[in-house]
């Protein structure tokens, strides 16, 4: 959707939008209640994501982007804290849990092209391209995945520890900075130095001589700078680089293969304590995190147009001594269940799940596009298939692992998709991955 500003179309302001609604069905952690009430499973509708995004380009080298949405909302989690009756107070007040999610913002950044990707006078493409932003923004280190685009995911989702620091130091995945970006020959780059936001979070007070004392928790209070940055070398066609966000699959409409690399540094960011007690002084450790990465994307078969999509990435993340993050993707409002006396998981209750810390983790999706052919016409249809290995440093050899499997219908490419997944994670028992629940989604998304 773009309003041109002049003949040429060089000037313009464009506007994009889009919208996942999910419907589905988990099995809950051992123990778990919703609202009070045990519950071995439960159903729900939510909206996953909204964005409403808007970026104009009123010169040849400068652009503005700002991008607003909400995250998150299921019938009993996800809305606007201290709304009284009306929102989400959790056990402060007698409020619906998940009405009136907050609007914010995702980006808002400036950026100026010094070298740009084309030359304005001549038309001809540049070997080397330069660019530099300011803001809150998306132009990430460590991985692709870690710049997911989430209106063309291959899987409905991502496995979130491609976000080692989602609404802890960063705001959804952003920070606040100054980013460089360009074209380097074959080679695609983004390199940028942020400021973390805040987090103060306390070391816990644990009875004398428990290891859990040497447990790292996220708090930045000396505001320590970061830097990241991430680089990919391009083997076929080039991708778009306008915006920061990287494409799941391209649905046969690209030939793509890269392999990437990059990282994520910034001192001080979490701490424990030098002895076991609420006074003992703070030992401070740096957040260090890298990864490697390969990306394809193959369509074949001639005008059937077939099409291969594989992804790959290995994390290696280092962020203190035992340092561990339970999470999952709209938990309900859980509690213990009342009276049960069975083992749980040491991730809690819901659907949560070991996902980020101290530790390495690997990643691979694949995914087959079928021939056109099947229904002659816009239709597609796409299987895939997901796989992930952890070990974390608290948790020693032990591995954690989880699988998915499903498929999209493409009505219109990622302009108008259904996907269904279903999707396993594991219970924690004694250190070590006991079993497996699982959930079964069906998403639908729009997308302008």
Same mark, same amino acid.
């Given at each position: ?24 069905? *988990? ?7 919703? =609202? ?30 700002? !991008? ?30 998940? #009405? ?18 084309? !030359? ?5 493409? &540049? ?6 932003? *300011? $803001?809150?923004?998306?132009?990430? $280190?460590? +991985?692709?995945? *870690? ?9 409905? !989702? ?16 952003? /920070? ?17 130095? &942020? ?51 990287? *494409? ?5 409409? #690209? ?17 424990? /304590?030098?002895?076991?007690?609420? +006074? ?7 957040? &260090? ?7 394809? !994307? ?6 059937? =147009? ?28 859980? +509690? ?27 990643? %691979? ?10 229904? &002659?016409? #816009? ?10 290995? /952890? ?9 954690? %692992? ?16 259904? +996907?269904?997944?279903? /999707? %396993? ?11 497996? #629940? ?11």
């Amino acid at each position: 959707m773009t309003i041109k500003l002049d003949s040429s179309g060089k000037k313009y302001i464009r506007f994009m939008t889009w919208g996942t609604f999910w419907a589905r069905q *988990t099995a809950a952690n051992p123990g778990t209640a919703i =609202n009070g009430v045990p519950k071995a499973s439960w159903s729900d509708f939510s909206l996953r994501q909204f964005r409403f995004v808007t970026y104009s380009q009123l010169s040849p080298r400068y652009l503005i982007l700002a !991008d607003i949405g909400i995250d998150n909302q299921a019938f009993s989690t996800g809305g606007a804290a201290g709304g009284g009756n009306t929102g989400n107070g959790g056990q402060t007040f007698a409020g619906t849990l998940g #009405k009136k999610p907050e609007l914010y913002l995702h980006d808002l950044w400036n950026e100026y092209a010094i070298i740009p990707d084309k !030359d304005p006078n001549t038309g001809r493409n &540049n070997k080397a391209s330069l660019y530099v932003g *300011t $803001g809150l923004h998306y132009w990430n $280190g460590i +991985s692709r995945l *870690t710049s997911a685009g989430s209106a063309n995911y291959l899987a409905v !989702d991502v496995p979130l520890y491609n976000w080692p620091l989602v609404d802890l130091s960063d705001q959804f995945a952003r /920070q606040l900075g100054v980013y460089f970006k360009g074209n380097l020959g074959p080679v695609s780059y983004r390199w940028a130095v &942020n400021k973390p936001f805040t987090v103060l979070s306390s070391p816990a007070a644990f009875p004398h001589g428990s290891r859990d004392s040497s447990f790292a928790v996220d708090n930045n209070a000396t505001g320590k700078i970061a830097t990241t940055g991430y680089a990919t070398w391009q083997f076929f066609e080039k991708e778009n680089n306008l915006l920061p966000y990287f *494409t799941g699959t391209y649905v046969g409409t #690209k030939k793509v293969f890269n392999i990437g690399a990059g990282y994520y540094s910034s001192a001080e960011g979490t701490v424990t /304590q030098a002895a076991n007690s609420a +006074s003992s002084a703070l030992i401070r450790h740096a957040i &260090n995190l890298w990864s490697v990465d390969a990306f394809a !994307d193959l369509p074949f078969g001639g005008k059937e =147009n077939w099409a291969f999509t594989g992804y790959s990435v290995f994390y290696h993340y280092d962020f203190g001594p035992n340092y561990l993050r339970y999470g999952s993707i709209m938990n309900e409002n859980v +509690s213990a269940a009342p009276n049960y006396n069975g083992s749980t998981s040491q991730a809690g209750f819901g659907n949560a799940a070991p996902i980020i810390g101290t530790g390495t983790s690997w990643f %691979t999706q694949i995914g087959l596009l079928l021939p056109k052919t099947i229904l &002659n016409g #816009k239709t597609r249809f796409q299987t895939f298939g997901e796989y992930s290995r /952890q070990k974390f440093d608290r948790f020693g050899n032990a591995s954690f %692992t989880y699988w998915s499997a499903g498929g999209n219908i493409y009505l219109d490419g990622h302009h108008a998709r259904i +996907s269904l997944k279903y /999707q %396993t994670r594991p219970i924690v028992v004694a250190d070590r991955q006991e079993s497996s #629940k699982g959930s079964f989604i069906i998403a639908t998304q729009i997308y302008l």
